[in-house]
């Protein structure tokens, strides 16, 4: 077991804590906070213990100087601000002399946020790639690092793994409520268990997929994903999205042979097309066109996969039923949740699609639980593990800081 922020010395200490404050943003507002709000248990239980608090995160994808405007974390600095009701800093630097300076100066129960640390990947992917130089450095400025940051735990980053391999660390109340949910009500929860999976790209899930097929009873597939098994059984899907790799085809021909019993793909459409924004109509499977694209599932599909539902006693929702965001394709995801929500099964969701599309249509409260992870929640599930959080153990030895 990781060792935990209750179980860990940290009063009148300096804390390096990681979260995931990876908010949506546009022209500098936020859209949801609630990766904020879910950070403030373990920083007001930091500032009750009169430490020092130096918080890092990331923020998006920075491979261009002109990414790091829009991915600034000074945004999320002012409703931090806002949600703790006090005074805190913001360094615009990741790393610096005079930060040492600062941190020195910091008084117990002060807040510095650092800005994003993928600012450090324009010097050659040195977050991404776990530099050991910048690892010590964030390392050098604390006496304990607080690992809260689940949604980044299946990574081994230099703010993640690689900081905890040089000071006493432990996991924050985030991450710990985050395995011990996944724990009950999924990897030990009651079975049948079925996995409801979409998304736009295959390539990115079907080593999931792969291993997801050994452990639930039950997968209904969706989006572009449910396209590229649909085109391997020669099924026409128009101009719609999905993988042309051979490798991939050959993996997707495999998998239907050796679990199609356990595979539920859909069987009616909404669907767009290329040459007319306007155009918008149901079909069956069998009667797409060329130019058709498959934007939405049908009521047809709805009621096969709440057969399924009714099956099972633990539903896992990894992704929408189609494109969610454009209402016109929203009906098919809205059927869907409020199937879910009818049924009486343990309900639980982790990725960023399926919990915005479970927020917007307003059945939080119908989820058992709902993860703050996508990338990480899928590793956990599949493996059991989580690379990030590898460094964390009350039985490690902590290598010795040499700057």
């Known amino acids: 077991m990781f060792k935990t922020l209750k179980n860990t010395d940290i009063k009148n200490k300096r804390v390096v804590l990681r979260c995931d404050l990876n908010v949506p943003i546009k022209d500098g507002f936020i859209l949801d906070d609630s990766k904020i709000k879910a950070s403030l248990e373990t920083i007001n239980y930091l500032i009750d213990n009169n430490c020092k608090i130096i918080i890092l995160s990331h923020l998006g994808k920075v491979k261009t ?7 600034s974390l000074e945004p999320v600095y002012n409703r931090l601000r806002e949600l703790l009701k006090r005074e805190i800093y913001f360094s615009r630097e990741t790393r610096a002399v005079n930060l040492y300076m600062q941190v020195e100066n910091m008084l117990p129960k002060d807040v510095l946020l650092l800005e994003n640390t993928r600012f450090e990947d324009l010097n050659g992917n040195l977050e991404s790639g776990c530099d050991p130089q910048l690892s010590m450095y964030w ?25 905890s391999k040089y000071v006493p660390s432990c996991i924050g109340f985030l ?7 996944l724990d009950k009500f999924i990897i030990n929860g009651k079975r ?28 209904l597939l969706t989006g ?25 085809l050959e993996k997707v021909k495999n998998i239907l042979l050796n679990y199609r019993e356990k595979i539920m793909l859909p069987l009616d459409v909404v669907v767009a097309n290329t040459y007319d924004k306007n155009y918008i109509k149901y079909k069956r499977l069998n009667e797409l066109d060329a130019d058709d694209i498959i934007y939405d599932c049908g009521n047809k599909t709805i009621e096969r996969y709440k057969s399924i539902i009714e099956e099972s006693e633990t539903i896992f929702v990894n ?43 307003g059945f939080k409260d119908s989820f058992t639980y709902l993860s703050s992870g996508g990338g990480a929640t899928l590793e ?3 493996t059991n593990n989580l690379p990030g959080l590898e460094g964390i153990d009350e039985d490690d030895e902590v290598e010795t800081l040499d700057l």
């Open 319 to 361: 992704g929408t039923m189609g494109r969610y965001e454009d209402l016109r394709f929203a009906n098919g995801t809205k059927e869907f949740l409020n199937m879910l929500a009818n049924s009486n099964k343990i309900l639980v969701a982790g990725g960023g699609d399926s919990v915005s599309a479970i927020n917007n249509f």
């Open 380 to 382: 956990y599930l599949t």
């Open 224 to 248: 572009g994903i449910a396209n590229t098994f649909l085109k391997v059984l020669n099924i026409n899907v128009g101009a719609s999205l999905y993988s042309k790799n051979p490798e991939i």
């Open 192 to 219: 049948p268990l079925t996995i409801v999976m979409g998304g736009a790209k295959i390539e990115d899930k079907i080593s999931l997929i792969e291993k997801f097929l050994d452990k639930c009873d039950h997968l």
């Open 139 to 163: 390392a050098s400025l604390c006496d304990v690092f607080v690992m809260d940051a689940f949604g980044t735990s299946h990574r081994k980053h230099a703010s993640t793994y690689g900081i």
């Open 175 to 181: 991450v710990e409520k985050e395995l011990i949910a």
């Open 65 to 71: 100087p002109a990414d790091k405007a829009k991915n």
